[in-house]
């Protein structure tokens, strides 16, 4: 590109690559702060105030590549991740392996010191390029735009491999890193943007399936990310379904209920011959002793991450997708073991309140009234709250689960029901799980159709549920950009005072108790309320069912809900 008089190199590239990520299907873009990064700051801003992009401003870093996260998530396109040097990279790091693992496009432009300023112990600066390891599939150091200009068509060449290595067209999606050298003057006035044309690229086309065929005594498990796929084939080829809570596949009326007790048991998952497996299943013991049991033919239908799952490396085969031509198995033994399975399975969920006997209607409305009372009285457990939760969640809603026991309470619990559930199972990590959910419903709230061609908009809300030290690990999340929109989300915090998830631990009945709660359970007794009210949020608590119902009432405002438990 000729110099222009007065114009700024770093500005001007900045403003070119920031435009062909536009044209190629960027609409939302996270930045944080930062001196060599500010030629990139203000092309964005630039870019926003013209309508063409959604732009979040985020002090932390490691708050941003979350709510990248959550945003790309949602939308399914590659989101943009914009930091300065040294540290701001790494901080990058927690959400890069979990965008890795679970195939989540992002695009990182990480700025960066020029060639003659790195290894001399220059402020602010290290080894950038490489940082991520092989997290990220896909790496470019972009040399500094100098005073006599670029080659116009170099932003177009290399924003087109970003985005194309981001969003999965020749592999699997996930995270990539550009890396941009600027000199100063490191940025200067925006003078004008670039026309902008829509470049539409294809989707991902998938390499190689798995055509199924009956075959006896099979099962459909279907992990994080298997998609309503895992509920289509099981029902397809009529198999039983095993589909932990943030499968997206937990529906549907081959779906197995309590499904941990089937597979311990020989009857039942003793006599499994066959699985076939989407997703990334991580929530149970009973499943990886099932793939790995000598007998059981295993099929792998990959996540789109980056490793199928795959324990005791005992698949037979690994595959895209699946399919499977024709109707159910109709044979007797077929649906005999179909329905033994379902059967099974409803009659070993945990057990609810029996009736009560038929009485005299004034006897009865007596009863009523006091059974209401009662039930409005009632204590929160786990389990009540896992289940209130599920219950007043809409197909219009989002439901975000923290690493903590409630998310397997919740997969040991709850009923099928078709709603969007998203968990940050990549590496299962408590960090980020605000950041990840804010993420998802700024994007689910933002008015349109969403990737799979579904009404979305302003109806929805979005519940995050989550342990106490998983909100107070990624805090930093409740703090917005000045001036942005806030979505409707709540934070529902199950507050047991630490982790208590070690004490279903094998470690419970071995260490000390008070080695226990000093290194493992870490209490903590922080004032959730005020943190609520620094961050400018709603802050309600509940103690009993009925005061459950009310405090998760939806509402406009971003609200946590504390609820006590005990430990």
């Known amino acids: 590109m000729p110099e222009r008089p007065g114009a700024n190199p770093a500005t001007e590239f900045a403003v070119a690559i920031l435009g062909e990520l536009i044209r190629r299907g960027v609409r939302d873009v996270v930045l944080c702060p930062g001196s060599r990064s500010q030629a990139l700051a203000l092309a964005a801003a630039a870019f926003e105030q013209a309508g063409l992009i ?9 708050v941003a590549g979350f709510l990248a996260l959550g945003l790309a998530v949602e939308t399914r396109t590659p989101v943009l991740v914009i930091t300065t040097s040294g540290t701001a990279v790494a901080n990058l790091h927690p959400a890069v392996l979990e965008a890795h693992h679970s195939g989540v496009p992002l695009i990182l432009f990480t700025a960066d010191r020029p060639l003659e300023l790195r290894g001399i112990g220059s402020n602010q600066t290290t080894e950038q390029v490489g940082i991520f390891g092989p997290a990220v599939t896909w790496v470019r150091d972009v040399e500094a735009p100098s005073h006599t200009g670029f080659d116009p068509d170099y932003p177009g060449e290399v924003a087109h491999e970003a985005y194309s290595a981001a969003a999965g067209h020749s592999s699997t999606p996930g995270p990539v890193q550009l890396n ?6 490191l940025s200067g006035p925006v003078a004008r943007l670039p026309q902008l044309d829509e470049h539409q690229w294809p989707e991902r086309t998938l390499r ?15 992990g994080h990310g298997a998609g309503p796929q895992a509920e289509a084939l099981a029902r397809s080829i009529g198999v039983p379904l095993i589909a932990e809570v943030s499968s997206g596949s937990r529906f549907g009326p081959n779906l197995v209920g309590s499904y941990r007790d089937l597979l311990s048991d020989p009857e039942f998952g ?8 989407f997703g990334h299943p991580t929530l149970s013991r009973e499943v990886p002793a099932l793939l790995e049991r000598d007998g059981v033919t295993v099929q792998v239908i990959r996540a789109p991450g980056a490793e199928p799952y795959n324990p005791g490396r005992r698949a037979s085969s690994v595959h895209d997708f699946a399919t499977h031509e024709g109707g159910p198995d109709e044979s007797l033994g077929a649906r005999r073991w179909l329905g033994t399975w379902v059967q099974a399975g409803r009659e070993r969920l945990p057990e609810r309140a029996a009736q009560p006997e038929p009485a005299a209607a004034e006897e009865r409305a007596g009863d009523f009234a006091r059974e209401q009372l009662a039930a409005f009285r009632e204590p929160i457990t786990r389990r009540l709250l896992v289940e209130t939760v599920w219950r007043l969640t809409w197909p219009h809603d989002r439901l975000v689960l923290g690493a903590s ?3 397997r309470v919740a997969d040991a619990e709850v009923q099928g029901k078709k709603i969007s559930v998203h968990a940050n199972r990549g590496l299962a990590g408590i960090d ?9 419903a700024l994007a689910s709230q933002e008015p349109g159709l969403d990737s799979g061609g579904a009404s979305r908009g302003t109806l929805g809300l979005t519940r995050v549920l989550l342990g106490d030290l998983a909100v107070l690990h990624d805090a930093g999340a409740l703090l917005f950009g000045l001036g942005e929109v806030r979505p409707r989300i709540q934070v529902v915090v199950g507050n047991d005072g630490g982790g208590t998830i070690f004490d279903g631990l094998e470690v419970a009945s071995t260490a000390p108790r008070d080695a226990l709660d000093r290194v493992l359970y870490t209490p903590q007794s922080v004032d959730l309320r005020a943190l609520a009210a620094a961050y400018g949020w709603e802050y309600r608590t509940a103690t009993s069912r009925g005061e459950l119902d009310v405090a998760l009432a939806a509402s406009d405002s971003p609200t946590i809900v504390e609820v006590p438990l005990v430990r």
Do not use: C, Q, Y
């Open 405 to 407: 026991r409630l998310i």
């Open 180 to 185: 941009l050298a600027f000199r100063e003057p």
């Open 270 to 277: 003793g006599r499994v011959e066959r699985a076939i497996v």
């Open 432 to 440: 980020g799980t605000v950041s990840t959910g804010l993420g998802i």
């Open 54 to 62: 959604r732009l979040r401003v985020r002090i932390d870093e490691r």
């Open 208 to 222: 190689r399936g798995l055509e199924v065929e009956h075959a006896p005594n099979t099962v459909v498990i279907a």
